[in-house]
């Protein structure tokens, strides 16, 4: 997106350069990455940070609606709802695709969006180590709102740990040490002090939660909770019926960051309601009054399922026969610019994850960092980009 750093990143690229980098990262978590990481970064001139951030403003906007609520009430399964949820999830995750303008420019289109924790550790590990062996300039930031490593931190700790002392605060996931993100565990770990501890692991007396910390094998009692457990895992892993496994559910006295409510409240069930540029048009199927003429255009995604599962790009008529339309919303396709050259001679794609911070007490949430993943494939993700290169995790730098 900025011509003349992208020819001068190319041009000065060698694999041993990115092989270094790997083994970098690799050195203070063997074997923790397990995901692919990109050869290159994401250049984002100022233009075009504006468009991303005035569409996540217009979103926040909708969240704020003192009626947002009650119109995402039904987004929650009854299996899956917690007690005690607060009034605003502390994380707000949108991915845009950027896509050709048909003018010769970029916009960016929503994708997907999350009231849900993303990899707020590893996306100040990864570019830093990444600055060591690739030359990024100095003005441009994988901080966004003016933030640096340090007043980032400040806020990331602010929002998860909040006035508990750190060994009170726990990050909850089904065994975290197998999870394919454990590295961001690992990083928030170092950064903040706080240990990842597996649902299983819980004990509960009464309404106390409490977890034996794994320094001083001390049973410990817990204030906050950071979550990374997904419900579509916990049902997969079939935990629900473990024996003397803690229901979290129930009226515990625990503080949820982010409460597990807004998982749903703030995810695909949302995008109908919203209407913007930067928003493809997006129906519940059951609101559907005909299918649109032109259904090749669309792509069907059931509402609750996790990591893409589910999804059909290749709309026919007869996909839209499902027994409960209600949970299943028809979004228009976007055109992703094929962007980036790259060695092969095949451009690759690319989506900004856009995250947000919003710690108790404030009145909106802090656009505090990024993401980005690139592909050659139809969609964004693993499975699409099987024996690619230039393909996968990476960093957005923002121009400052």
Not at 64 to 89: C, M, Q, Y
Not at 329 to 350: C, F, H, M, N, S
Request: net charge negative; with cysteine.
């Amino acid at each position: 997106m900025v011509p003349t750093l992208r020819q001068s990143f190319n041009n000065n690229f060698t694999r041993q350069q990115y092989e270094q980098l790997l083994a970098d990262l690799n050195s203070r978590y063997p074997g923790a990455i397990e995901f692919r990481l990109a050869e290159t970064p994401v250049f984002i001139p100022r233009n075009f940070s504006a468009q991303l951030a005035e569409a996540c403003e217009h979103i926040i906007d909708l969240i704020l609606e003192p009626r947002f609520k009650e119109w995402t009430e039904r987004s929650i399964p009854g299996t899956d709802r917690v007690a005690h949820e607060n009034d605003h999830p502390h994380f707000l995750v949108f991915d845009f695709g950027i896509c050709d303008d048909g003018e010769g420019g970029y916009l960016p289109q929503l994708i997907e969006m999350q009231g849900f924790a993303s990899l707020y550790g590893f996306q100040v590990y990864y570019p830093e180590i990444l600055r060591r062996h690739f030359s990024i300039p100095d003005n441009y930031s994988q901080f966004l709102s003016g933030l640096d490593h340090d007043s980032y931190l400040e806020l990331l700790r602010d929002t998860i740990i909040g006035d508990a002392a750190p060994e009170n605060v726990i990050l909850l996931e089904i065994k975290p040490h197998e999870q394919k993100t454990r590295i961001d565990f690992y990083c928030t770990q170092d950064y903040l002090g706080i240990i990842p501890v597996c649902l299983t692991e819980l004990i509960r007396e009464g309404r106390q939660l409490f977890y034996l910390h794994p320094a001083t094998g001390k049973k410990t009692p817990i204030r906050r909770i950071y979550n990374r457990m997904i419900f579509d895992e916990l049902h997969s892993a079939k935990l629900e019926q473990a024996q003397n496994m803690v229901d979290i559910r129930q009226d515990l006295d625990v503080q949820w960051v982010a409460h597990p409510n807004w998982f749903y409240r703030v995810s695909k069930f949302t995008l109908p309601f919203l209407r913007h540029p930067s928003v493809p048009p997006t129906y519940f199927l059951n609101e559907l009054k005909q299918p649109p003429a032109d259904l090749e255009n669309y792509v069907l995604k059931p509402l609750f399922s996790f990591a893409g599962q589910g999804v059909i790009i290749d709309v026919q008529p007869a996909d839209l026969d499902v027994a409960d339309p209600g949970n299943w919303i028809l979004q228009r396709k976007v055109r992703y610019a094929e962007l980036i050259p790259t060695p092969d001679g095949v451009r690759a794609k690319a989506e900004i994850r856009m995250m947000y911070l919003w710690k108790d007490g404030a009145a909106r949430p802090t656009l505090a960092i990024n993401l980005a993943r690139l592909s050659k494939g139809k969609m964004i993700g693993v499975n699409f980009n099987k024996d690619k290169e230039w393909v996968g995790g990476t960093v957005g730098f923002f121009e400052r």
